[in-house]
């Protein structure tokens, strides 16, 4: 399987950054790392995906070193609304041109007033 | 758009009863997917369908078979419920497929199952 390691939960204030960082050690040529964001009794919502280095959207910066090992959500000025279980992903080649996604347990951020 | 409709939003089964959850995307994407989502587990993927045509086994396939009835619609069936297969269970879509490894998924809302 695609693993991927997280923190399970973080705390933070708001209205500052906050950064969770994932760790896939054995990512592939081919493999990108991806985002969601899940509330309660919701799907999860793609956030943010990269390659390499980093890249900016209107949510969120993803942080992904030159060796791909590890790769960095970054949350600029969180609010209370950004309480949400954030899951990192790697893509896995599982043959014939196929890949496939595989969601690890992912890590619960909880905004505090 | 309505974008992945998932149906029914919630059910409850007694053991060894049949249900088939339905879902269906208006995107016109190409792949498909089955996910169970357990307390402390993440989503574990059942089953999907790369193209209209195809499906194929996931991580827990075991207890569930797909129908890809078109290009819009999913559905996933319980033949005989186990009190295990008792879970929330997220249908997904992607436009990009599983030929990518910049595979983006959009998901519906979810069902939620309780077998007794």
């Known amino acids: 399987l695609a693993k991927t390691t997280q923190p399970i939960s973080m705390d933070s204030y708001e209205g500052q950054e906050v950064n969770i960082t994932c760790s896939h050690n054995?990512?592939?040529?081919?493999?990108?790392i991806t985002w969601y964001q899940q509330f309660p009794s919701q799907g999860p919502r793609f956030i943010i995906q990269?390659?390499?280095t980093k890249v900016t959207n209107e949510v969120a910066s993803l942080f992904i070193p030159a060796d791909r090992k590890s790769s960095t959500l970054s949350l600029p000025r969180v609010s209370l609304s950004d309480t949400a279980v954030y899951y990192c992903?790697?893509?896995?080649?599982?043959?014939?041109?196929?890949?496939?996604?595989?969601f690890g347990k992912g890590t619960k951020l909880s905004v505090i007033p | 758009n309505a974008g992945v409709t998932q149906t029914p939003k919630f059910q409850v089964l007694k053991t060894g009863q049949s249900m088939t959850l339905q879902c269906a995307q208006d995107?016109?994407?190409?792949?498909m997917y089955w996910y169970r989502q357990d307390p402390g587990m993440g989503l574990r993927l059942i089953y999907y369908?790369?193209?209209?045509?195809?499906?194929d086994k996931g991580e827990v396939p075991n207890g569930y078979n797909v129908s890809r009835l078109n290009k819009r619609e999913f559905s996933l069936r319980l033949e005989s419920a186990a009190p295990s297969q008792t879970s929330v269970y997220f249908c997904?879509?992607?436009?990009?497929?599983?030929?990518?490894?910049?595979?983006?998924?959009?998901f519906g809302a979810g069902s939620r199952l309780t077998v007794l």
């Open positions: 997904a879509s992607s436009e990009t497929g599983t030929q990518s490894g910049a595979n983006v998924l959009t």
């Open positions: 054995n990512i592939a040529t081919n493999d990108y």
């Open positions: 995107m016109n994407h190409n792949s």
């Open positions: 992903l790697r893509t896995k080649y599982s043959g014939a041109g196929s890949y496939q996604l595989t």
């Open positions: 369908s790369a193209s209209e045509g195809t499906t």
């Open positions: 990269g390659y390499k």
